[in-house]
T-cell receptor, first 117, second 112 residues
């Protein structure tokens, strides 16, 4: 069965600090997708990234970067030079066998990130 | 707007009543998902549709919950004999490519 664990319930950092959100997943499939979503205080979940299980290359998008390591079943998310607007709940998610079609997506419990001015 | 629309945004009902929650996905999105989210928790998968058919309904908690998508667009989540434990935010999302879900603002259900 698939499972996503976000061990950090809540993190607070001062603005401009770097912060890493951890995500560990479990799956029996060799083909799967991993995701990160952001839920700001307004409540609407926003897609950030999708990574398939065959692509372990790390990705950077502006101040955001993602580190995918199959050896440790982890897909961690780092925000550099954090800003107050980054304050939100961040969810890691997993979809099995979702290479070319949609499949159910299982979410972790989320990490609430507070960026203090 | 062009996003996922959910109605009602808030619903307060009494225990034992029947409730319908509606989701209008982004036009052209073939996949539609229902999740529910309790306070401080992640979205919990309920059901997803590919077109008109339920591709996976393994997350529906019991037979009081049912969802339809008769024409492959709008979907309705139906909850019979509501219980206090059904109180949550019910989220709908639609998708065109695997995993990139576009979520609505949710329907907050409160069962008294």
């Amino acid at each position: 069965a698939q499972k996503v664990t976000q061990a950090q319930t809540e993190i607070s950092v001062v603005e401009k600090e770097d912060v890493t959100l951890d995500c560990v997943y479990e799956t029996r499939d060799t083909t799967y997708y991993l995701f990160w979503y952001k839920q700001p205080p307004s409540g609407e979940l926003v897609f950030l990234i999708r990574r398939n299980s065959f692509d372990e290359q790390n990705e950077i998008s502006g101040r955001y970067s993602w580190n995918f390591q199959k050896s440790t079943s982890s897909f961690n998310f780092t925000i550099t030079a954090s800003q107050v607007v980054d304050s939100a709940v961040y969810f890691c998610a997993l979809s099995e066998d979702g290479m070319n079609r949609d499949d159910k997506i299982i979410f972790g419990k989320g990490t609430r990130l507070h960026i203090l001015p | 707007g062009a996003g996922v629309s959910q109605t009602p945004s808030n619903k307060v009902t009494e225990k034992g009543k029947y409730v319908e929650l509606r989701c209008d996905p982004i036009s052209g999105h073939t996949a539609l998902y229902w999740y529910r989210q309790s306070l401080g928790q992640g979205p919990e998968f309920l059901i997803y549709f590919q077109g008109t058919g339920a591709a996976d309904d393994s997350g529906l908690p019991n037979d009081r919950f049912f969802a339809v998508r008769p024409e492959g667009s709008v979907s309705t989540l139906k909850i019979q004999r509501t219980e206090r434990g059904d109180s949550a935010v019910y989220l709908c999302a639609s998708s065109l490519q695997a995993g990139e879900l576009f979520f609505g603002e949710g329907s907050r259900l409160t069962v008294l």
